[in-house]
């Protein structure tokens, strides 16, 4: 991150005098965000550090003058902000050079206020000042950018941090020196509410800040009235501009305001404020009510609501200032719905004198409103109110010239012309007589003159309700009659409109009746059109009441009572209707009355309604796909009409009327036989449509309906009739065989019974069939599919029959029913449900039948898009469906057939949405079996043909995947294909590709001479060639595929020819052509047919010049495939390209980096090499080194091409090489290959880091080559690379001159050769390839992966012994001559080299020895220890301590072996003190380390058989005790000390007397100790584990073996040290501390104190330890037994400070700390009966007389810490410590006394730990004290001493300042709170607030941190005592010291926030 940001600072200076435009700086800005943003990202934390290191490079992109830098910059910051929340003060600054970075040039506003908002939005608001604000609002373009960013993105952040501001800004600034700034935030205001748009609550948030700055600022400024006059001023245009864009928002926080204003002043600046709005008016107050206008308007009571609408009126008429129309607007129609009539009048009123107020529009709405809502049967004291709502409504002046409102007027207004009410007196008599004088009903053309008829009525009919309303109705129908066709469509249609709107009051459901009527007697004299429109207009108005009317007779049970007749001339009946609005009144139940007066409706309206049956004369099928709109209205009315009725008339108390209606329906309109039951196929047909052409579906229900009507209606029909209804020409029987097909199960259980009435016809043509399929009427019930089976199954055993009767009518019975389906006039969905049925019936008469339906359908798709009906693309997906495998062999013998098929093929465009193409549906049609048996070649290759020419135009991706399916399922021939790839005007190929060459030859000779036609024009063209290759490369099911391979090779030497600039690239229509070559290769390979390819139809020339002449990858692997394959087939013609396909392969397709290239090479090399290999074995003449020479030759060109391998393809790319080739006969040679390539191109000299990188890589990478196979295959190449090595010369001049001659004659190539030329390479080189070599077997060996492997191989029965045994003679061999040649080269510059080898054969010979068997390893090192050489008995005896420290299992056997090796090693170890000087260094080495293997013996074995180990021992303590021993060889002898005593313990015993006292003097030998610290450590571990061993032997030894403990670990903490050392003394003094006995321990302890305290008192902190260890590991009954003993120790050690460290405070306080915390340990091991006497005792050792007060300072120190130790146990023994701890601070506190109390010169030091000590021991008994421990005597004695020391000054300034903030104010504070008493601590803060009047400032600065801390632990207890408080506060508010009062005012605060309330109003 760092060289990042300095990388752009340094390149902003090297370009600097670019000026910004240079391209390198935006490309390093560039890095520079997206690496320091991603980096943000994707960190998990952002840290101080991190931001640190940011923010200076921040800043200088923000005050940066490139803009790239600054933008780069903004980014970063974003990330910043979105990832980690800031500091405050951090986001301030951000926030401010953000802004300051706007306004700046080059300037990027749009950029920086989107930085600015994103910090805003993630971070803190508050945490922004307003210098940012000011850098704001100086920007010229914020707010239109702001606008621009707003388009897209939220700007709420900012604007909530801008708008308080500059709302504060506008408010509060004045001044005439100001004047210009304040209308520059004034317009920036105004812009901003103009042209930003307020989202999320902003709105109400800027209307709050408006209110509540005007008020505060005119409260807190006492603004004059030119002020406030001013003030409004500037407000005004920015209040409205705000009311007029969310007058919603301002409205809302003026109300809520209105019951918060408090003072009266407040009350007047606030109907100020509300002075600047537009609608300021309705806030005011109002005298009358005491409250708003607009409060008013909606009291709850009904006065202050009327005396409001008064106020209004007056305002109305006086004028409109300060109220918005819509404010008036709203209130009047508020008022104009009140529960209230005379608040509704009074509305009304102040309505009528400002029409214009409301509009004529809503006036209208809301009177009628009103009018509607009020029943006057119930609510009559509203009768005036209504009359005056009809007064206005009847003012000419409300529709004016508006002639659509007076007519909805007009029609709104009839429903109130019905007479409800027999009373003329009554309100609800006199509102309809008052409506219908109305001038405007008057001028009605529908109820012109019925006033006057109505008066007449009132004055003379004694019934008044039948009289009127049969006078209403009669004129308007005489009215109707009398206008013309437009003018009564006119009418009608808002009549029916005024019927429809109607609901369920009194009026309405009379209105609905008497209207209703009118409705239908008006259908008479209307053309048929529109007849026929508004009758089903009009039933749309009755069906919902008659089908509510029908589910409540279903519901009820049969009444006996019939339909009664109706007088149908004067309706409605009086009596009837009176009878029915009473009920209505009342509430009784009003079905029945009202179901007579519906069927009455009903009766009139079938009668009125015209018989429109005439075009569908002389049809057999009513079909509505065929018939004009008006049939189709015509029929959907009797179809609703019929279900209607059949429903009504099923059961329940109406059933005898609807049945009535019923007949009335059949005999008015279907009164003909045929044309009922034609009507009746409508019926039962019309579910299966999907169309729905009569916008009416039929459902289960209705149609199960009509079935059984029909069959009734058959049953009553006589035989002649029945006989024509069952024939041909009758759409009965097929339509009820199609409902056979109902997935509904009753409504097939009733067509059948329908069909039953049919069966006595026998002279039908559907007889036989619906005689057999009734006798199986259970079976078609249950199940829906059982139809179609029974007729396929008749069908088929009809067929069979033959000539048979029987059988010849079923098939004449069957094509019947086919005849009529393709009918032109039979419905689709008839159709498609009876071929649903015929769904198993199969033959190729069947589709011959069906044949012109297909056609008649097909006739239908053309140029333009297809009109299909749904119903008609289903019956034609059905008739697709009947090309079957049993019907295609009628493709091959009827022509027309198979142009129908391919035509279906063709239609390509979807029927409707949701369903598949015809295209498709055909396509699926053509299956395996259907191809197969259309028998005829000539058809196969014509729909085959058919398919590719579909394939080449079809631009539809499903289509071609079905086309590619349906050639997948399908088995072709294979010649067919080949005619499709082969013109026909030319022979289809070459016999062989001699014949190709020969014809392209005398085609290039014939270029010459005579002009030849392009090729194009004869050949198939190259798009078609394509898409069929693409087809057969994954065609499986292909016959003769070997008829394919000429054509394809055909096609192939075409492709290499010169390409034409039209045809493109032909790369890909090669790869085709490949891959279909090779998938019939394989194919036949794998079915074994290889036999029937013809060797030269191959021809492998044209696939090499494939690969040659192409530069696409692709194009090669396909290639390199077929190769592959042709190999396995016919290897011969291979072979001869073999090096070229490998060349090739090495220069081009290894250096590619993908899957399939390394697939294709595997591949290749799987079935070349093999067949390579067979080839040369295959001969006589070639032997095992031609093989091998051929092989690495081929491995060559894989090694050259690997450093252009991807680097994770090159170990599976040589893996599978070696696979194939064999590991155990190759694998060396690829390895030897690998290293001489490595040799050749080794780096420069000078290139040392690349070197050994690329030399770590490499062997890495030859490891994990090599590790891929098998130990065995590796263990060979191992013995085989060492043979090929001791093959190869010393050095190249010593070869030079012994095989100069030879091999100048040499001239053929040996394998040795090319593994290493040594012609070719020098000297050097020769030697870098052996030591690479043998480096490399040294790594393999060691490596996990081989090892893994080796152990794998040694569990299975041969298993890789004695490969590692040849493995080691070689290794050994190898390194007999390496070691002569060392000796030879001694004295020559390779000298280096060699002993370098040979230390790396003899590694590998370490490796070689790790695998070797257990029972072969020990004899082998056992002869190598003997060896002369010192060197090679070293490596024997590290190899024999590699074996044991590997720690496995030895068996008997073989440890007896291993122990023999003893006297061996002992030898070597005492072979120093008699061999001479010169060798004596080398075998000091020998000597450590026969010592270190006796040492790893001693520890494998010495715990089973210590015998062997007694000599070992001995000769080890004679090596320690001799004074003249290499230090070096001690320590070694002191580890083998420390092993073989542990593992002898008690046989060790004898020799204590001579070690331990060496082992102590050895330690007391400071120089030499302190210069090796291997040699410290090893005497400090042989100390350890003899102390260990055998602690119970130790105590002739212990004092002194303490004190060296003491000394070395004071040694140690004083240098620096290894930390095993610091680890071994640790252990050394756990095991002294734990081991030893506390008889023996404690006065050895004892003695050491009392000689280390007079002469070594630096040792007396760790022996305290030491004895602190070891009480903390005393049990219970030894503590007690010795308690006594270290009583009288620690009374000794704690008088330390006062008899022996006088002066020295530091070194006091650390011994007597550590003395104090062992006296601890045992403290808490002690029981509170004994503990007490101690603590007594101890308390009397300090007072005791004549001693050193020094004495009561340790015991305070001692008395703190025990309890912080004891916790409330302290307490219990505390009382005792109050006296004398009131005493001391007492006499400690100098403001009392000036006596002190240490007269020594550290007195005043002393002094202050004693005060510290004592009040935390206090502050600690006061924490924990839960038994009431602080009383009224001690709090008199402890609470003054506590408060006068707020005085002492002791120590000074700053230990005063520390003793107060960390002890005194803790202590006191704690003390309040175990006193628990209001009197006390009452007594206790006066104490605390006398000390605020004292003199010094520093006195008074402690009382308030003391005061304040008392009240943070009093809390809400403090408020007693905060009275006496105030006034000691307020005199230190205007205190002389500043620190005092600030100190003051952070208390005051910190108080209020503690106690929860303000303590502003106590003062």
């Known amino acids: ?363 209208v709405s809301c009177l009628m409103s009103l009018l509607q809502r009020i029943d006057l049967s119930v609510a009559a004291n509203w ?35 019905v007479v409800t009410c027999p009373h003329p007196e009554y309100p609800e008599h006199q509102l309809s007589s008052l409506i ?239 044309q009922l039951f034609q009507f009746l196929a409508l019926l039962w047909g019309y579910a299966e449509s999907l169309s729905d052409q009569l916008e009416c579906g039929v459902s289960a229900v209705l149609q199960t309906q009509a079935l059984y009507v029909g069959r009734a209606l058959l049953s009553a029909q006589p035989a002649k009739t029945l006989k024509q209804l069952a024939s041909a020409s009758s759409p009965v029987v097929p339509s009820l065989l199609a409902c056979l097909g109902s997935p509904v199960r009753e409504v097939r259980r009733a067509a059948i019974a329908a069909l039953q009435t049919l069966l006595g016809v026998d002279g039908s043509p559907y007889y036989q069939v619906t005689q057999s399929l009734l006798r199986e009427t259970e079976e078609l019930v249950t199940d829906t599919s059982h139809v179609s089976q029974a007729l396929g199954k008749m069908y088929t055993e009809a067929v069979a029959a033959g000539a048979k009767a029987q059988g010849r009518k079923v098939v004449a019975s069957v094509g019947q029913i086919l005849q009529c389906l393709q009918a032109p006039d039979c419905p689709s969905y008839t159709a498609k449900a009876l071929l649903k049925l015929l769904k198993e019936v199969d033959a190729e008469s069947v589709l011959e039948a069906l044949l012109p339906a297909m056609e008649r359908l097909l006739d239908l798709y053309g140029p333009e898009p297809p009109t299909f009906l749904k119903d008609e693309a289903v019956l034609l997906q059905l008739l697709l469906g009947k090309f079957t495998e049993r019907a295609a062999p009628l493709l091959a013998r009827h022509q027309k057939s198979l142009e129908v098929f391919i035509r279906a093929l063709g239609m390509s465009v979807e029927p409707f949405p949701g369903m598949a193409s015809f295209q498709l549906l055909a396509l699926d049609q053509i299956t395996k079996q259907f191809f197969s048996a259309l028998g005829d070649t000539e058809v196969q290759q014509k729909l085959l043909g058919a398919l590719f020419n579909l394939l080449v135009d079809c631009k539809n991706p499903a289509c071609a995947q079905a086309i590619s399916n349906v050639f997948k399922t399908i088995t072709v021939d294979a010649e067919l294909v080949a ?81 034409q600039s039209d045809q493109g690239n032909m790369e890909y229509t090669k790869q085709l052509i490949l891959s279909c070559l090779l998938s019939i290769c394989q194919k036949l390979s794998t079915e074994g047919s290889k036999e029937l390819l013809e060797e030269e139809k191959f021809s492998v020339e044209l696939v090499v010049q494939c690969v040659r002449s192409s530069n696409v990858p692709q194009t090669h692997h396909q290639a390199l495939l077929l190769l592959g394959a042709v190999a396995e087939i016919f290897p011969e013609k291979v072979l001869h390209n073999i090096m070229s396909i490998f060349t090739f392969m090495g220069a081009n397709l290894m250096r590619l980096d993908d899957a399939y290239s390394f697939q294709v090479i595997n591949k290749t090399v799987q079935t070349v090499i093999p067949a390579l290999i067979k080839a040369q074995e295959g001969g006589a003449s070639a032997p095992a080194a031609q093989v091998e020479l ?60 690349n070197k050994e990188t690329v030399l770590e890589r490499d062997v890495e990478f030859w490891i994990s080559v090599s590790c891929e196979f098998d130990a065995q295959d590796q263990l060979t190449s191992l013995i085989k690379i060492l043979q090929y090595l001791s093959m190869l010369p010393q050095d190249k001049d010593e070869d030079e001159r012994k095989t100069k001659t030879p091999r100048r004659g040499q001239k053929k190539e040996s394998v040795e050769t090319l593994l290493f030329n040594t012609d070719t390479h020098s000297g050097k080189e020769l030697r870098h390839y052996k030591f690479l070599s043998v480096s490399f077997m040294a790594q393999l060996l060691a490596s996990h992966s081989f090892v893994s492997k080796v152990v794998d191989c040694s569990n299975t029965p041969h298993g890789t012994q004695h490969l590692q045994q040849s493995l080691l003679e070689e290794i050994l061999s190898y390194i007999n001559s390496v070691a002569q040649c060392v000796e030879a080269n001694s004295d020559k510059p390779t000298a280096k080299f060699w002993r370098a080898l040979l230390n790396k054969s003899y590694d590998v010979l370490d490796k070689v020895n790790a695998l070797l068997p257990t029972d072969t390893f020990i004899p082998v090192m056992r002869g190598l220890m003997g060896n002369k050489l010192p060197s090679v008995r070293r490596k024997a005896m590290d190899l024999l301590n590699n074996k044991l420290l590997q720690k496995t299992p030895w068996e008997d056997k073989q440890v ?286 300090c007072r005791m007389e004549g001693a050193s007060r020094d004495r009561m300072l340790t015991f305070c120190r001692l008395a703190d810490c025990i309890a912080d130790r004891l916790k409330g146990l302290f307490v219990l023994f505390a009382g005792h410590l109050v006296k004398p701890f009131s005493d001391f601070l007492n006499q400690t506190n100098i403001a009392k006394t000036d006596k002190a109390f240490f007269d020594s010169d550290d007195g005043v030091e002393k002094s202050c730990l004693l005060l510290r000590w004592v009040l935390d021991c206090l502050h600690k008994i006061f924490l924990y004290d839960t038994q009431r421990f602080v009383t009224k005597e001690r709090v008199d004695a402890l609470m003054t001493p506590l408060v006068d020391q707020l005085e002492n000054m002791l120590g000074g300034e700053e230990s005063y300042q520390r003793r107060v903030t960390q002890h005194l104010v803790p202590c006191v504070a704690q003390f309040s709170v175990a006193v628990g008493d209001d009197a006390q601590w009452k007594t206790l803060n006066y104490q605390i607030l006398l000390k605020t009047r004292h003199n010094s400032a520093k006195v008074r600065y402690s009382a308030l941190l003391m005061l304040l801390e008392l009240a943070g632990k009093l809390r809400e207890n403090y408020m007693v005592l905060l009275p006496e408080t105030i006034p000691f506060l307020a005199e230190l508010m205007e205190d002389e010291c500043e620190e005092v009062e600030h100190q003051v005012q952070k208390v005051i605060r910190e108080m209020e926030v503690i106690l929860g309330e303000p303590l502003q109003s106590y003062f």
């Open 979 to 1059: 005619a499709e790839l082969t013109p026909a005007d030319r022979p289809k190929v070459s016999s062989t590709v001699q014949q190709t060459r020969r014809s392209k030859m005398h085609q290039r000779k014939g270029q010459d001479t005579v002009p030849r036609p392009p090729e194009g024009g004869a050949a198939v063209p190259w798009e078609r060639v394509t898409l069929v290759l693409e087809l057969l490369q994954h065609k499986k099911k292909l016959r003769r595929p070997q008829l394919l391979v000429s054509a394809l090779f055909a096609l192939l030497s075409r492709s290499l020819e010169p390409v």
């Open 436 to 674: 219908a004088r109305s001038t405007i009903m008057s001028q009605n053309p529908l109820t012109r003159g019925y006033s006057e008829v109505l008066e007449g009525v009132g004055a003379a009919s004694p019934d008044v309700i039948g009289a009127a309303n049969q006078q209403l109705v009669s004129t308007m129908i005489g009215n109707l009659s009398a206008m013309s066709a437009a003018s009564k469509r006119s009418s009608l249609e808002g009549l029916a409109e005024v019927v429809g709107s109607l609901r369920g009051g009194v009026r309405e459901r009379a209105a609905f009746l008497i209207l209703t009527f009118v409705l239908v007697k008006g259908l008479d004299g209307l053309p048929e059109a529109q007849h026929l429109h508004t009758a089903q207009r009009v039933f749309s108005l009755l069906e919902p009441q008659l089908q509510e009317l029908t589910a409540w007779n279903l519901s009820q049970d049969r009444s006996s009572q019939p339909a009664e007749e109706l007088d149908l001339a004067s309706f409605p009946p009086s009596d009837r209707l009176q009878e029915y609005l009473d009920r209505v009144r009342t509430g009784d139940a009003i079905e029945l009355q009202q179901g007579v007066l519906l069927m009455a409706l009903l009766q009139v309206y079938i009668s009125s309604l015209k018989c429109a049956i005439s075009p569908l004369k002389g049809e057999t099928w009513w079909n509505p796909e065929k018939l004009d709109n008006a049939t189709c209205c015509y029929l959907r009315l009797l179809i609703r009409l019929f279900e209607t009725t059949v429903t009504g008339a099923s059961r329940g108390p109406l059933s005898q009327g609807f049945r009535a209606l019923m007949r009335r329906l059949i005999q008015v309109h279907l009164n003909e036989p045929t």
């Open 1456 to 1741: 007896q072996v291993l122990l023999g090796l003893t006297d061996d090693l002992l030898t070597i170890a005492g072979r120093g003190r008699r061999e001479e000087e010169t060798e004596e260094d080398e075998q000091a080495i020998n000597r450590q380390t026969a010592l270190y293997s006796l040492k790893l013996l001693c520890r494998s074995f010495g715990s089973a058989h210590q015998g062997a180990f007694v000599p070992v021992l001995s000769f080890a303590v004679e090596l320690v005790a001799s004074p003249t021993e290499d230090r070096n060889v001690m320590g070694s002898a002191l580890l083998c000390v420390a092993e073989v005593t542990s593992a002898l313990k008690a046989l060790a015993v004898p020799h204590l007397p001579r070690l331990i006292p060496a082992v102590l003097q050895t330690l007391k030998e400071r120089k030499e100790l302190l210069t090796s610290e291997v040699y410290l450590l090893s005497a400090v571990t042989a100390l350890q584990r003899v102390a260990e061993t055998l602690p119970h032997f130790l105590s002739p030894y212990l004092q002194d073996t303490l004190l060296q403990v003491a000394r070395l670990v004071r040694v140690t903490q004083r240098r620096t040290v290894s930390p095993q050392l610091g680890v071994r003394l640790g252990s050394l003094r756990t095991t002294l501390a734990t081991k030893v006995p506390p008889r023996v321990f404690l006065p050895a302890v004892a003695k050491c104190y009392s000689w280390a305290v007079d002469s070594q008192q630096s040792r007396l902190v760790p022996l305290v330890d030491i004895l602190k260890e070891h009480i903390s590991h005393m049990e219970k009954e030894q503590l007690t037994a010795h308690q006594s003993e270290l009583t009288t120790f620690f009374l000794s050690a704690l008088d330390f400070r006062a008899q022996h460290c006088q002066g020295n405070l530091e070194k006091a306080n650390e011994t007597e700390g550590c003395v104090i915390s062992c006296l601890q340990v045992m403290v808490l091991k002690l029981s509170e009966v004994t503990f007490r006497p101690l603590f007594f005792k101890l308390f009397d050792w």
């Open 1 to 363: 991150m760092d060289f990042i940001c300095t990388l752009v600072t340094k390149s902003v200076k090297a370009y600097a005098d670019s000026g910004g435009s240079c391209p390198q700086l935006r490309v390093i800005f560039s890095f520079y965000a997206s690496t320091v943003v991603s980096a943000l990202d994707a960190v998990e934390k952002v840290t101080d550090t991190l931001i640190a290191k940011l923010l200076p490079y921040i800043q200088k992109g923000l005050k940066s003058s490139l803009a790239d830098y600054k933008a780069a910059t903004y980014m970063v910051v974003c990330q910043l902000a979105v990832k980690v929340v800031m500091e405050a003060h951090l986001v301030n600054t951000l926030a401010v050079q953000i802004s300051k970075s706007i306004v700046g040039v080059p300037a990027l506003p749009r950029e920086g206020l989107g930085c600015l908002i994103i910090l805003l939005q993630n971070q803190k608001t508050e945490a922004v000042g307003k210098k940012a604000f000011g850098f704001l609002c100086a920007t010229p373009t914020l707010v239109p950018t702001l606008k621009d960013i707003a388009s897209m993105y939220d700007i709420s952040p900012l604007l909530r941090y801008l708008l308080p501001r500059l709302i504060r800004c506008v408010v509060t600034t004045s001044g005439d020196g100001e004047s210009s700034e304040t209308a520059n935030y004034g317009s920036l205001l105004e812009s901003v509410l103009q042209d930003l748009t307020l989202s999320n609550g902003l709105d109400i948030t800027v209307a709050k800040l408006l209110l509540q700055e005007f008020l505060s600022h005119g409260a807190e400024s006492r603004l004059s009235a030119d002020e406030i006059s001013s003030l409004n001023q500037r407000l005004t245009p920015l209040v409205r501009t705000f009311e007029s864009k969310y007058p919603g928002a301002l409205g809302a926080v003026l109300e809520g305001h209105l019951c918060d204003t408090s003072s009266q002043e407040e009350q007047e600046l606030f109907h100020q404020f509300i002075s600047l709005s537009m609608s300021s008016g309705k806030y005011k107050i109002l005298a009358a009510s005491d409250t708003s206008l607009l409060l008013s308007l909606n009291h709850h009571l009904p006065t202050v609501r009327n005396l409001a609408l008064k106020h209004l009126k007056e305002i109305l008429r006086a004028g409109k200032e300060g109220f918005d129309e819509v404010f008036l607007r709203e209130a009047v129609l508020e008022r104009m719905k009140d529960d209230v009539s005379e608040v509704v009048l009074s509305a009304m009123t102040a309505l009528e004198a400002n029409f214009e107020l409301l509009g004529a529009e809503d006036t």
């Open 383 to 417: 009768y005036p109110v209504l009359k005056e709502a009809v007064k206005l409504l009847d003012d000419s002046r409300l529709y004016g010239e508006d002639p659509a409102l007076k007519g909805r007027l007009q029609k709104e207004l009839l429903p109130f012309l």
């Open 1190 to 1249: 051929v092989v690495v030759r081929v491995m060559h060109v894989f090694v050259d091409a690997l450093p252009h391998v991807p680097e994770h393809r090159r170990q599976p790319v040589l893996a599978q090489l070696v696979t194939t080739l064999g590991p155990s006969r190759f694998l060396w040679l690829l390895l030897m290959l690998l290293f001489e390539q490595h040799v050749s191109r080794a780096p420069p000299a000078e290139a040392d880091i």
